[in-house]
């Protein structure tokens, strides 16, 4: 299914030994993969994957923070929070378009979101509970997705690595302004301070998840790492994550909600505590908090769109018809 019409009109691959071999030296010599290029089907099927969920979670991730935009405190904080929102679902529909050349349609991949079938990051399936959550979401979440995105800039495939590139751009701003709501609360009154810290206390851990299992556990990672779809394991960019993080914890005043955590000299970063597995994996298998809400709110924006993406239709084909009477 994914092979249609850019292998061959078959859609078979020719993956002798030769092939994967002359395909593999492509990618060690740093050269970008093109949607037309001929490629193991493995490969193929690692991108839709990857790049499908990814898009996915661009647009339920507007969900959580959606919820607080007719709330946001002021004139200021609306605009940038609206902006924010908004730059996400361009991030999606960046992404979609990137799987979209590998020969899956959006439809095929909203109905595997919807069935269930496709995955979305785990972090969006918890709730925005108080103002101070949409600035957490934006240092840690948008933090965490910037380190994980870097790496996917230099990623072996082209359309990916390209939309990548203005993703962290975007995502950089929305860090930074994450980072100051959570700042004004920081340096606010003491109920404003404790609601800065409630927050870090529900999302720490949450973000930490976001990078994915433990390398371990990682069944993905050692194949997309020698195809350069993914640079760094999960554990060392969760590593890096923590690393980068906890001084700007220290300079707002507030406490990374984990006793374990101690900077150990000799590796030169942070050593942490247990992270919960058996929460991530009821997250990831659909059975988090706000899971049903978010399939829900998908499932009435896919089902309210069906109008416009008939009527869209419908007007492409009335000027094609219009056009061949022309010629
Ligand atoms: N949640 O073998 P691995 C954002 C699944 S964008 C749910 O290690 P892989 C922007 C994984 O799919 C956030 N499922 O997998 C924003 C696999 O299941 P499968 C999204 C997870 O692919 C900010 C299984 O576990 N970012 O935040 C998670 O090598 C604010 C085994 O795992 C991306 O998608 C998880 N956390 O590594 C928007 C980045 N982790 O497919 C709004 C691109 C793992 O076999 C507001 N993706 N799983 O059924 C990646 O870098 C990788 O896919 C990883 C996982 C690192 C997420």
Request: hydrophobic letters at 35%; glycine letters at 8%; one cysteine or more.
């Amino acid at each position: 299914m994914y092979s249609q019409g850019l292998i061959g009109a078959d859609g078979r691959t020719h993956e002798t030994p030769e092939f994967l071999e002359a395909f593999q030296k492509r990618i060690d010599a740093e050269e970008k993969i093109e949607p037309n290029d001929a490629m193991p089907a493995g490969y193929r099927k690692t991108l839709v994957r990857q790049i499908g969920q990814h898009a996915h979670s661009e647009i339920v991730g507007m969900l959580p923070e959606g919820n607080w935009i007719t709330r946001a405190p002021s004139l200021k904080r609306k605009a940038a929070l609206l902006a924010k929102v908004q730059d996400e679902g361009g991030h999606g529909l960046y992404l979609y378009c990137a799987a979209e050349t590998l020969g899956v349609s959006r439809e095929e991949m909203t109905e595997e979101l919807l069935s269930g079938k496709a995955k979305y990051s785990s972090i969006f399936n918890y709730p925005t509970l108080s103002w101070a959550d949409i600035g957490t979401i934006g240092w840690l979440v948008d933090g965490a997705a910037i380190m994980n995105q870097i790496p996917l800039c230099r990623c072996s495939f082209g359309p990916y690595a390209r939309a990548m590139i203005r993703v962290c751009k975007e995502e950089s701003f929305h860090q930074r302004q994450g980072y100051e709501i959570v700042m004004t609360l920081a340096q606010g009154t003491p109920e404003q301070k404790a609601m800065a810290q409630d927050s870090l206390n529900r999302w720490w851990w949450p973000s930490l998840m976001m990078f994915g299992p433990h390398d371990a556990d990682s069944q993905h990672s050692d194949q997309s790492m020698a195809w350069k779809i993914k640079r760094f394991s999960n554990d060392e960019l969760r590593q890096k994550f923590i690393d980068a993080t906890v001084p700007q914890a220290e300079y707002l005043g507030l406490t990374v909600p984990d006793p374990d955590l101690k900077w150990n000299e000799e590796k030169g970063g942070y050593d942490h505590g247990p992270i919960d597995w058996d929460e991530f994996w009821r997250v990831v298998k659909g059975h988090g908090p706000m899971a049903r809400d978010r399939i829900k709110a998908r499932k009435k924006a896919w089902d309210d769109g069906a109008w416009v993406r008939e009527a869209a239709l419908a007007h492409a084909q009335k000027r094609r018809a219009r056009k061949m009477a022309a010629e």
